[in-house]
């Protein structure tokens, strides 16, 4: 019998928190022949119980972690220390036990906290969503505390996702996922904060018309699809991310305030600076990660494009000022990207190494006054965004980020779908 089919026969596979991605692993171990068992939170015991059949599912954590091998928390990370304060103590003895909360610092530390010493410590973090097909997509493993045979366990249970294994110490992983994902969240979740303010659905609006907004609407009505507390959490909790979205909204309100100055010559100075250390190492054969096709194909707007409109583009001008300022190359944090990170590097890109197209928006930038009240109420939502995430308030977090979800709500699900056909061209691209 071979090593796989010895281990299939004889480790249990404990998951706690079966909501999206807890359910998803559930399922995925199940069918390439593991022994999975699970649990949600106690009162959602009964329904569990009589939906779930092909894996067993028990009343609470103590139950998992009293027989499981590996454990994994796929619970809200807001709530991880207390759950992980609940249950580890149960845990069985020499198991190993890992979580997916998107920020590893607060998890790591819980189970260092709670576990007891004999327990094995190995991290996992699919870099994506729970509906998004998993071959191929980044899956960060943390081996934080363990031997190399149980290291090579997870390796061979990880394996049924095909998705690609990235090796990180807890440190790194949040370093670079503050980039690949709090401060993409952050500009994403402005911009829906801006058109909500301003009243405006973009799809139907002509000034929002062209490949670039499309990929800046679907994206980020993509993330309002999803739940609140995956990006409060991925942002509150990972320190790295309070400075980097700060210095993201300071970019926006000093590119803006060069705009409202008519500081031209200073502004195309610190443009073109930021341009020349994020992209100026991209050779003459780079391919670009989004071009024309890609993006006219993905529009919400049932109006074919009527030619675009300049825009200032100061989201995406903003984030290579704070690449530039904060020293981070975003092409060597690609082992950490998500569907939604490789969009916001592709239209960023595309933008700023497109002949042209830099100084149409930089002119526009300067001159034309129509975008000043979308740019500022896109700075205000940034500044609010990067407030909230400093003090640590999710309750602020859940009640912006559900006020928008709702004025978008008819939209989210065709959004949604062509927010995942555009990734899945993006990823092809990347790889
Ligand atoms: N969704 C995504 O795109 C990704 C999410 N992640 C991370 O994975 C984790 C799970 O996310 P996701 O599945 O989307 O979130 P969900 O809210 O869908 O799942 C979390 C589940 O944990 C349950 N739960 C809460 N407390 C307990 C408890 N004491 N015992 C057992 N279960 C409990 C929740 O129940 P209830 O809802 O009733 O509170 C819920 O069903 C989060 O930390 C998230 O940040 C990582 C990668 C991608
Ligand atoms: O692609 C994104 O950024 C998403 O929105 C999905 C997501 C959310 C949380 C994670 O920890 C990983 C992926």
Not at 11 to 30: N, S
Not at 103 to 122: N, T
Not at 334 to 352: K, N
Request: aromatic residues 10%; proline residues 4%.
């Amino acid at each position: 019998m071979s090593q796989e089919e010895l281990w299939k026969q004889t480790k249990i596979i404990g998951i706690i928190g079966l909501g999206d991605m807890g359910m998803m692993y559930a399922r995925r171990f199940t069918e390439a022949g593991w022994k999975v068992i699970g649990c949600d939170r106690e009162e959602n015991y009964p329904k569990l119980k009589e939906e779930i059949k092909d894996f067993q599912i028990v009343q609470n954590g103590h139950y998992v972690s009293r027989i499981s091998d590996y454990i994994i928390y796929s619970v809200e990370a807001e709530h991880i220390d207390k759950i992980v304060a609940m249950y580890g103590p149960s845990t069985k003895l020499n198991a190993i036990v890992g979580g997916q909360t998107s920020c590893k610092y607060q998890e790591i530390r819980s189970f260092e906290r709670h576990l007891p010493p004999d327990v094995e410590i190995i991290s996992v973090h699919s870099l994506h969503g729970p509906k998004v097909d998993t071959t191929g997509q980044p899956l960060v493993i943390i081996q934080h505390r363990s031997s190399d045979e149980s290291q090579q366990f997870v390796n061979l249970l990880m394996s049924c996702l095909k998705s690609k294994l990235v090796y990180l110490t807890c440190e790194e992983h949040d370093k670079i996922t503050a980039d690949t994902q709090a401060v993409t969240h952050a500009a994403f979740l402005s911009m829906g904060v801006a058109w909500h303010a301003s009243n405006q659905y973009p799809w139907e609006v002509p000034k929002w018309i062209g490949g670039i907004e499309n990929a800046k609407i679907n994206i980020s009505l993509r993330i309002y699809s999803n739940k609140w507390h995956v990006y409060a959490g991925l942002a509150i909790t990972n320190p790295s991310a309070h400075a980097q979205i700060l210095r993201y909204a300071t970019s926006c309100s000093d590119l803006f305030t060069l705009m409202i100055q008519g500081k031209d010559k200073e502004l195309r100075e610190r443009i073109y600076t930021a341009k020349q250390k994020v992209f100026g190492h991209l050779g003459e054969k780079h391919q670009l990660l989004l071009d024309d096709n890609i993006l006219q194909q993905f529009s919400l707007s049932k109006e074919p494009p009527e030619g675009k409109q300049p825009n200032s583009h100061l989201s995406l001008l903003a984030i290579v000022d704070s690449w530039s300022m904060l020293n981070i190359v975003p092409y060597d944090h690609m082992i950490c990207s998500t569907p939604v990170f490789r969009t916001f590097l592709g239209v960023t890109e595309y933008l700023f190494c497109t002949p042209n197209l830099l100084d149409e928006a930089l002119d526009c930038a300067i001159t034309n006054t129509e975008f000043r009240h979308d740019d500022l109420e896109f700075i205000i939502a940034a500044r609010n965004w990067s407030q909230i995430v400093s003090n640590g308030d999710f309750s602020g977090y859940k009640r912006e980020f559900e006020k928008t979800q709702e004025f978008f709500k008819p939209m989210l699900p065709e959004a949604n779908r062509l927010g995942n056909e555009m990734a899945k061209k993006i990823l092809e691209r990347a790889q």
